[in-house]
Each structure stands twice: as structure tokens, then as C-alpha cells.
């Protein structure tokens, strides 16, 4: 029966017969937003997690996840979002492509160097990837861990943090 539910309004989503969100969101995360206590994932990138660092180019640790995060929230703050929901991910995020006004934020975060193009999910902000490892924007500006890379080193204490909260 779930399956069946889901089949159906991921079918919905993609025909557009489902509504956008629209109004004020907030950023968990590099690429998360939260609405009226509902989460978004925005879809076909990644961002640093929120306690990940990397490293600038002249090798100083800085914390990256939050660096992320305020740059999602610098997107997102008085402006009013819209969100395309295309599909539900399996912790019941709703994946969607955001925009605030004519910006894409999902490109804009990449753009600006505090995102990677998901390329698994799709190649929707490849070119935004190159055009900030070139200009050394964000990441890009020295070293760091793919936040998929760092997720996987961690797991164990992610999960230990996630039963602490």
C-alpha cells in the first residue's frame, strides 16, 4: 500500500499536478530548508555537514558545514522561496529545486563554492561546479573531503550524535 502511495505521488509531483511551496524557509544545513516543520532537500547537490571542516589554501582548518549553512541562509533570509518538490528522499525529505525569485538557490549554492553537483542525481549544476573550482570560490578555495567521503569516514559518530539529540 505505501509503495503504492508513494508510486502515485512521485507520478503527481512529476506531472505538476502537486503544488510548489512557496514562503519563508530557513537553512538546517548547506542543503537542507526547513518550512512549517517540514524538510527539503535540495536536489542534485551536496554541502558540507554541519560539523565538517576543510581547509584553506594556506592549510587552516575552518569549519566548513557551518560556513555552508550561512550561505544557504544568506539565499534564503526575507526572501520568499518557492520549492518544486520532485520526489520524497528516505528520511521523508521532500527533494526539491528552489528558487528565490528568478535565482536557483540548488545553483547558486554551487555556484558559490558551498555545494558539490550531486552528479549521481544529476548533472543540473555540473557546469556551476567548474565555473567555482576555477574562480577557487567557497571549497574550492584548498582542500576538503566530498561531503558523501566525510559522511562515510563518520558514520559511527553521526549515528551517536543523532541518538544523543
Known amino acids: 500500500m505505501l509503495l503504492l502511495l508513494a508510486v502515485i505521488t512521485y507520478g503527481a509531483r512529476q506531472a505538476?499536478?502537486?503544488?510548489?511551496?512557496?514562503?519563508?524557509?530557513?537553512?538546517?544545513?548547506?542543503?537542507?530548508?526547513?518550512?512549517?516543520?517540514?524538510?527539503?532537500?535540495?536536489?542534485?547537490?551536496?554541502?558540507?555537514?554541519?560539523f565538517q571542516t576543510c581547509w584553506k589554501a594556506d592549510g587552516k582548518e575552518y569549519d566548513c558545514g557551518h560556513a555552508a549553512r550561512d550561505a544557504l541562509r544568506g539565499l534564503v533570509r526575507n526572501a520568499t522561496v518557492t520549492c518544486h518538490i520532485l520526489d520524497t528522499d528516505r528520511y521523508g525529505r521532500a527533494v526539491s529545486e528552489c528558487?528565490?525569485?528568478?535565482?536557483?538557490?540548488?545553483?547558486?549554492?554551487?555556484?558559490?563554492?558551498?555545494?558539490?553537483?550531486?552528479?549521481?542525481?544529476?548533472?543540473?549544476?555540473?557546469?556551476?561546479q567548474a565555473e567555482a573550482r576555477v574562480a577557487g570560490r567557497g571549497l574550492w578555495q584548498g582542500r576538503f573531503q566530498t561531503p558523501e567521503d566525510w559522511r562515510n569516514a563518520n558514520r559511527n559518530s553521526l549515528l551517536q550524535q543523532q541518538e544523543e539529540d
Open 99 to 128: 528558487s528565490a525569485g528568478k535565482a536557483n538557490i540548488n545553483d547558486a549554492m554551487v555556484r558559490a563554492g558551498w555545494a558539490v553537483a550531486y552528479t549521481r542525481h544529476g548533472q543540473d549544476h555540473a557546469a556551476a
Open 16 to 50: 505538476g499536478w502537486l503544488p510548489d511551496e512557496t514562503g519563508s524557509f530557513t537553512a538546517v544545513d548547506g542543503d537542507s530548508l526547513r518550512k512549517d516543520g517540514k524538510d527539503y532537500r535540495l536536489h542534485a547537490i551536496d554541502a558540507p555537514e554541519l
